[in-house]
């Protein structure tokens, strides 16, 4: 039986100094790619890179395009090329109507929608040119169904599923291909744990363990989406296994959003 076999493929990973990013990098790299740790903290990206077999570490704000352009030089300078593409670097800020701030509304775009069209654009004359690769966003169930006062970030995912549609349109017909995975709520994860639940306890005025029960409840699996879950299908993604697959967003949420 044929296994999906990505050695030697070169792997670019935003966001990938901790957590879900961290993850997908050491996956890329158990896989057997070489892979490009990239962050806004270097030095937790440089921490990372160290346990891989083949990784270098970059600095990176997504924000800023001039350094987009700069880490795909990195890379290409680097390995010659670029398979697979993770754009996987947001954030969140939550809050109603009253509370949510214009600046923090724009921060979030910035990070979540604009940081990927920029990354998008400082790899895609390679990929396109090599008429290979694999353009992988990490989403959210919120890019597919509004978030309770949590509109910056679901307009930002909202826009994601848009430009990945978009750029799969643009792209298919050179053999890249563009993709998003939309996980559910990942529970246990240090975002979650040190950051989200504190803000939705705040703004909807319940207990830290409420919240976590409100969201269980939802998932008609009644768990947690965990980083393996994620980590599996971006594999499935970013190999030939789904070479027939572009401008999809693929939902990882134990059947809260189908």
Known sequence: MSVIDLKGKV???TGASQGLGEALAKRLDAEGCSVAV???NIEGAKVIAAGLKDAIAIP?????YEQCEQMAKTVLDKWGKVDILVSNAGIVKSGDIYNLTPQAFAQVTAVNLNGYFNVVK???PAMLAAKKGSIIQINSKSGRKGSFKNGAYAASKFGGVGLTQ???LEFAEQGVRVNCICPGNMLNSPLWVNSLFKQYAANQGITEEEVRAKY???VPMKRSCEYKD???VMVFLASDYSSYMTGQ???VTGGQQM
């Open 122 to 124: 400082a790899f895609a």
């Open 11 to 13: 792997a670019v990973v």
């Open 230 to 232: 994620i980590e599996d």
């Open 249 to 251: 967003a693929i939902n």
């Open 60 to 64: 990176v704000d997504v924000t800023n």
């Open 166 to 168: 978009s750029l799969a």
């Open 38 to 40: 990239c962050d806004f």
């Open 216 to 218: 269980i409840n939802q």
